[in-house]
């Protein structure tokens, strides 16, 4: 197969699947039985999956989400969205040019009445909340639907690589993304009341208290709920800059998908747009893949994800700059490198900071919105409707984990269920579990003292606390009435035992392990390591680096082990002079050249940014518009198009408030775009009740 895919990963297993023959404009390629169109073109290394009508320029994936047709290709002379569609066994591909064709067919096939299917509880989307939710309701014997548009359950934590933080009692704290959602699913399919649709797209919420449902993609159903769950999660934010609609620009939620689901690589160099936790924890997953992370920017002076994530990207080798922005992604085709520059305190690009990395792929991780449409929708008919998770406020996926539990048992109690109780401190564990990050506290080393101890590099206030019950002994504890205080060791130098339970298990990988029994001016430091065993094969020595991404030297290896149930976390042992033993934090995993930037900076032209991605309306035409006079935003649609596409304004909406706000016209002088119904785009023979393969053979 080719070298887009993974061949080997720390934590994943690899992809066992039939391979299977394709054709992209008439040449064979192989791909693997059950992936995307997309996926198995990224893995033959095809990027440019078609051109704009308007401008002809290229276009290749960006969401991997169904959101938006960037990825839009024409597969046996039908157009669909790549990142939606599997491949088949002998199907032919070819490139979305332009618009495609309508069919020519003057046949009216079969239609039928379409059937309204009453419930008592409609959950829309399978992520951690809509399951947490699933589960309450199901053990309370309540008939619930539960909607997914993806074929397997879990949402974004079939994605997540890595452990997740919070509360080890509450949501499977120190548990990896990818094994919570296997554990959720389990629990779930285990409920007989409740019933699962896979690869079926909620469209629209109506004014008869109806949700229009494209079931398994085919048919067309009616569901009538008493009570709808909205557990949609959330969208990710788009950014303005020049270039910004290249192949190769690419969300973080599409990037994480071929990854860590697909086990492909979209690139070989990549540069990350956001500080917080998705863009840290993309950058990670990067390089356990095996892709070189050539920056960092965050525009803020502080990145706003979890201080042990932003390390631990330090630790492996990226820079980080922060008070920085991008300018522009630069290529013909697609990403060829990236331009940046420091900001002032007005987000202000300043002049003579520019600077350009070579890269491949630009990873957009700039905040998500909420998916709350259809509570608005039921809401505004008088549905009775609840939000959990993202879809009610962004948080980690711990927290949708537990705002699941609460609101199914919320909506228990609305169902005429009063003898059903809500633990009042389960309120407090959700609010917690949703807090920001907190304080960060200087490092305090301790002092070695001829015996073995925990070296804690955690210095944030943070919802975690999977050490506190990792240790046989109890010595690590946090100080505090919650679980967001900062740990601490609280033995000596003799009552560690040197287990190593810590090290392998911290979320944050931010423990290491000294002992200086045998020796101590040279004591044995272990640090965590979530890279391939192969990666330090025939090494003799590993250059070490601090919390904050200082070198610190080479220091010999002395052994790699992996103790019992450590969840796939090696444990390198190396030998380090006294001084800077307590001080190593992790070793670099990534050679300094990758992240040199260019001799010279690479120019952008300004008001070329694309705003709509989906009709390619530039910043400059709604600016125009904008200084003209215009203040409805449906008008400058139906100037410009902007907002007219297949995503229904979800990308551009924000960007055209944001330039109002730089014209200087204040938002309560704007009129906002009418939200249209339906979700996303579907052939408009399923609402006649034309099955989807009908409509295949009409077309």
């Not at 109690?413 to 949703?434: D, N």
């Not at 006079?629 to 198009?641: H, L, M, Q």
């Not at 579907?682 to 393969?693: K, R, Y």
């Amino acid at each position: 197969m080719s070298s887009r895919r993974v061949q080997k990963h720390p934590i994943l297993p690899a992809i066992e699947k039939q391979s299977i023959t394709f054709y992209w404009q008439d040449k064979p390629l192989l791909a693997l039985s059950g992936e995307t169109i997309a996926s198995a073109l990224i893995a033959n290394d095809i990027h440019i999956f078609g051109h704009h009508p308007r401008d002809g320029s290229p276009l290749g994936i960006f969401c991997a989400n169904g959101q938006c047709a960037q990825c839009m290709v024409i597969m046996d002379g039908k157009p669909v969205k790549s990142c939606m569609e599997l491949v088949k066994e002998g199907c032919h591909v070819s490139p979305a040019n332009g618009l495609p064709a309508l069919p020519q067919d003057d046949q009216i096939p079969p239609m039928r009445e379409i059937k309204t299917l009453p419930i008592p509880v409609l959950i829309i989307g399978g992520g951690p909340a809509g399951l947490s939710a699933a589960i309450e309701l199901g053990k309370h014997n309540i008939p619930v639907i539960l909607v997914d548009d993806k074929h397997r359950l879990g949402g974004k934590l079939v994605l997540q690589t890595h452990r997740f933080f919070g509360s080890t009692e509450a949501v499977y704290a120190g548990t990896r993304g990818i094994d919570i959602a296997t554990r959720l699913e389990e629990e779930v399919r285990c409920l007989t009341s409740v019933e699962i649709w896979m690869n079926s797209t909620a469209l629209a919420v109506f004014e008869d208290q109806k949700v229009g449902i494209l079931k398994n993609n085919r048919e067309y159903i009616l569901v009538q709920p008493q009570v709808l769950l909205v557990a949609c999660g959330a969208r990710e934010k788009f950014l303005a800059f020049d270039g910004n609609a290249l192949p190769g620009v690419i969300g973080a939620g599409a990037f994480q998908t071929l990854v860590n689901r697909d086990l492909v690589k979209p690139c070989e160099r990549l540069f990350i747009v956001g500080g917080g936790n998705v863009g840290l924890i993309a950058g990670y997953h990067a390089l356990q893949a095996g892709i070189q992370v050539v920056g960092l920017v965050e525009a803020l002076p502080e990145c706003g994800g979890y201080k042990v994530h932003k390390d631990k990207l330090a630790r492996m080798g990226v820079p980080i700059y922060t008070s920085h922005t991008i300018l522009s992604a630069n290529g013909k085709d697609r990403v060829e490198s990236v331009t940046i520059a420091q900001v002032d305190e007005n987000f202000k690009p300043i002049k003579g900071t520019e600077k350009s990395f070579e890269c491949d792929c630009v990873l957009i991780a700039v905040g998500l919105d909420p998916v709350n449409e259809f509570h608005q929708k039921a809401i505004q008919y008088h549905l009775p409707s609840f939000l959990a998770g993202d879809a009610e406020e962004i948080a980690e996926a711990s927290a949708a984990i537990f705002s699941g539990k609460i609101k199914g048992l919320e909506i228990i109690r609305h169902l005429g269920h009063a003898e059903v109780e809500i633990p009042q401190e389960w309120y407090q564990t959700s609010q917690i579990l949703k807090s920001r990050p907190g304080r960060v506290y200087s490092e305090q080393l301790p002092d070695l003292d001829g015996g073995i101890l925990p070296v804690i590099h955690c210095q944030q206030e943070i919802p975690c606390n999977p050490c506190t019950t990792l240790c046989p002994l109890e010595l690590i504890v946090i100080e505090s009435d919650d679980i967001r205080g900062v740990p601490h060791f609280v033995g000596d130098n003799y009552n560690c035992k040197g287990c190593g339970k810590c090290v392998a298990g911290c979320p944050g990988l931010a423990i290491t392990l000294v002992n200086s029994r045998k020796d101590a001016e040279n004591p044995i430091v272990s640090i965590p390591y979530e890279f391939t065993r192969e990666g330090l094969e025939g090494k003799q020595t590993v250059r070490v680096i601090d919390t904050n991404g200082e070198e610190l030297g080479d220091v010999p290896i002395v052994g790699i082990n992996a103790i019992p149930n450590n969840d796939r976390t090696l444990i390198v042992r190396v030998k380090a002079p006294r001084p800077i033993a307590t001080r190593i934090a992790g070793i670099r995993v990534q050679s300094p050249e990758v992240t040199r930037p260019l001799d010279q900076f690479v120019n952008y032209i300004e008001n070329e940014t694309i705003v709509c991605r989906c009709e390619h309306v530039t910043a400059g035409e709604i600016r125009s518009l904008i200084r003209q006079g215009y203040r409805d935003i449906n008008e400058i649609k139906a100037i410009s198009r902007a907002g007219m596409g297949a995503c229904g304004s979800k990308t551009c909406g924000n960007l055209i408030l944001r330039l109002f706000r730089e014209e200087g016209v204040p938002l309560d002088q704007v009129t906002e775009n009418t939200r249209r119904p339906l979700f996303v785009e579907v052939p408009l023979g399923v609402f006649a009740g034309i099955p989807t393969e009908e409509e295949d053979n009409h077309a």
